[in-house]
């Protein structure tokens, strides 16, 4: 089973011969599921919305569970801002802004951190945490994932300002309850770590910037694709893909392999060529 992890498009300011370059790769991975954990636009515009929604079709027939990010929601548009703050993505991207999927060995939770007077950095209420954990306590899939738009684990100091409030909360709730891994985007930058509560880590995948020109730092546009045996071992191949320039393609360059115990989840890295 394999699931791809894109986040952070910006169509509006996205390069299109990488958007070909990605859809090319995820048809030709074919995973389960496709997940896009927001900012699916640029500046929430109805030209945007529809160029996103192109994209998306362009895909099947992948299914895609998408979530909002906070550039989903008009700034500028202060009417529309306040009253109808997802009324384009609600016509474009979906109605639920919290959708789930399930098969018979994942599911994934889709949470909407968004909020209208956080409009940047995100809010993840108590009675929202509490619901999602109590959710993924009753999921009888052997993989439970948990998606949505702001990073609940850091690896730069700079990015600790970029956590929605009570994501100290929400990873050691939604860990303890027994999430496996945990899906952000939001910061433009890629990495794969170990988090939450001693007693009960989970893997937090953040994705880098899938197709727009708002590179962080040097990385290039990249996505993450996650492969989970069916035999029933409990671990997971994760692997980043970057799009190379010279090439004009996507193609992995790390690769980590998580094993989970008693203690929750570890990880090591690996050579890409071995996580297929």
Wanted: proline fraction near 8%; include cysteine; hydrophobic fraction near 40%.
């Amino acid at each position: 089973m394999r699931l791809a992890h894109i986040s952070d498009p910006h169509f509006g300011s996205h390069d299109p011969a990488v958007s070909q370059a990605l859809r090319e790769d995820l048809l030709a991975q074919a995973p389960d599921l496709v997940v896009l954990t927001g900012d699916i636009t640029q500046r929430a515009r109805s030209a945007q919305f529809r160029a996103a929604r192109d994209f998306i079709d362009s895909l099947a027939p992948l299914p895609v569970l998408a979530l909002p990010g906070n550039h989903d929601q008009p700034i500028f548009d202060l009417v529309t801002r306040f009253a109808t703050p997802y009324k384009l993505y609600r016509r474009h991207i979906g109605e639920d802004l919290a959708p789930s999927w399930k098969n018979g060995e994942l599911a994934v939770l889709g949470v909407n951190s968004t909020r209208l007077l956080r409009h940047k950095h995100g809010t993840l209420p108590e009675a929202l945490v509490s619901q999602v954990a109590q959710r993924l306590t009753r999921l009888p899939q052997r993989f439970k994932i948990v998606a949505l738009h702001h990073p609940l684990a850091v690896v730069e100091e700079s990015d600790l300002r970029n956590r929605p409030r009570g994501a100290d909360m929400a990873l050691s709730a939604w860990a303890g309850a027994g999430a496996d891994l945990i899906l952000g985007g939001h910061i433009h930058l890629p990495y794969c770590v170990p988090a939450g509560p001693a007693y009960r880590r989970t893997i937090v995948l953040q994705a880098g910037t899938a197709v727009s020109t708002r590179l962080r730092g040097g990385y290039p546009n990249s996505y993450g694709l996650v492969r989970f045996p069916r035999d029933g071992r409990r671990c997971m191949d994760i692997e980043q893909r970057d799009y190379d320039r010279r090439t004009g393609r996507f193609a992995p360059s790390l690769a980590w392999r998580a094993t989970c115990d008693d203690t929750g989840w570890s990880l090591s890295s690996r050579p890409p060529d071995e996580a297929a």
